[in-house]
């Protein structure tokens, strides 16, 4: 989706050089020769290669894949609504090379969040027919069993494990959003605080520590009408405030944490209803996500549904790209910055066609997506930190 740059023209110079100019050439080269030989040329400095996300279809199982986790660059799942009437997971043990469907218990009907504390631990949450549902691993996806889920949820949008063993799962019933945490993966819940009066459609949950975690969505100004609306919490989910946001927010949908700096993603759009194009809208934190303005630096795609920083300095939103202007066609979109956010790059999509609605970056030069039925890896130009070189001290041989 990156348009071509035209190449600049090119001056060719005559085909015949006057004889003076030969000879004035031949010897300057002469004279040059023997500097030329003792001087070290130095290597061309070449612009970094563009950001590239490619996709794949998902394995058949998969009809639109809502979340993707990674517990690192090799071992990741996507989760979402299957083709049947029940839900999906897919997983790649190869660095998204190739995905394969796990079997889901069949009365999960909708899986919309995941979270690995590790390779073998995971849970997913979602709808289990006309309630909450939760589904877990502890052996990679090899089995996933059915647990309890907590008590009056008509639904669970949102899950993030610390530890193969602690969980924070956002519910609601249906009037209002809470946060349940179970202490023994999933076989029991507690209810923890309520979310913010009026919160809707909260996106993932973001934990930059065990007890401090954010979430992104909107509050209800109107009919069809919201504004964005970004909730926290530093006491582990047992209460929840709203964070101070700049006027003229849109909808949120998705916030993320590297240290204190944080970014949310959404659009300047404040319709609440259907699919109606937007710029995308995004805002940064340097204070754990208390306060936040909106970044300056133009965003070169329209609505962004999720984001993720693996660093500082490098962050990747992921979303939906309108083309056309009668009947907009929304296609898949990727941009990244690796400069902390003063500027963004639109990526090379191979094989990108739908929007997409969840990003996770398990490196700092890789990234995976999921949107639809296909399931993208996104490949980013950084260099990878190099680890500084262990010193051991001298010991002084004894005096005689």
């Given amino acids: 989706m990156e348009r071509g740059v035209p190449r600049p023209r090119v001056r060719r110079g005559h085909l015949a050089l006057p004889a003076i100019s030969a000879v004035l050439a031949m010897g300057l080269a002469l004279a040059t020769s023997a500097q030329a030989a003792s001087t070290p040329t130095r290597p061309k400095r070449h612009a970094p290669p563009p950001v590239v996300a490619t996709g794949q279809p998902a394995p058949t199982s998969m009809n639109n894949a809502t979340a993707v986790t990674c517990v690192s660059d090799e071992r990741c799942w996507a989760v979402g609504l299957g083709t049947g009437s029940t839900a999906a997971i897919d997983a790649t043990t190869d660095g998204g090379k190739t995905w394969k469907a796990q079997v889901v218990p069949t009365t999960m009907t909708v899986l919309a969040s995941v979270s690995c504390s590790d390779q073998h631990h995971c849970m997913a949450v979602g709808l289990a027919g006309a309630g909450g549902g939760v589904v877990s691993t502890a052996d990679g996806g090899a089995t996933w069993t059915l647990d309890p889920d907590p008590a009056g949820a008509a639904a669970i949008t949102a899950v993030e494990c610390s530890s193969k063993r ?14 349940a945490i179970s202490t023994d993966n999933g076989a029991t819940w507690v209810r923890a ?3 913010p009066a009026g919160l809707s459609a909260p996106g993932a949950i973001n934990c930059p520590s065990p007890v401090l975690c954010l979430v ?31 006027p003229g927010v849109g909808v949120l949908r998705s916030v993320t944490c590297s240290g204190l700096a944080c970014l949310a993603a959404g659009t300047s759009s404040t319709t609440t209803t259907g699919a109606v194009p ?16 909106v970044v300056g630096a133009s965003m070169p795609r329209d609505d962004a549904f999720s984001a993720s920083c693996p660093s500082a300095q490098v962050c990747v ?20 910055s690796t400069n902390g956010g003063a500027s963004w790059r639109a990526a090379t999509l191979r094989y990108v066609p739908v929007g997409l609605d969840s990003v996770v970056c398990p490196a700092v030069d890789r990234c995976f997506a999921g949107g639809g039925n296909d399931l993208v890896g996104i490949s980013l130009a950084v260099a990878l930190p190099v680890p500084k070189p262990r010193v051991v001290p001298r010991t002084r041989a004894p005096v005689r």
Avoid: E, K
Avoid at 216 to 223: L, R
């Fill in 278 to 293: 937007g710029s995308g809208q995004l805002l940064s934190s340097t204070d754990d996500g208390a306060t936040w303005q």
């Fill in 216 to 246: 992104a969505g909107y509050t209800p100004t109107g009919p069809g009408r919201g504004s964005g609306l970004i909730a926290g919490t530093s006491d582990g989910g047992a209460t929840w405030n709203a964070a101070t946001l700049p």
């Fill in 166 to 179: 602690r969980c924070m799962v956002l519910a609601t019933d249906g009037m209002s959003y809470w946060a």
């Fill in 317 to 336: 939103v992921v979303g939906v790209d309108w083309v056309g202007t009668t009947t907009p066609i929304p296609t898949g979109s990727v941009v990244a």
């Fill in 193 to 195: 605080g309520t979310l």
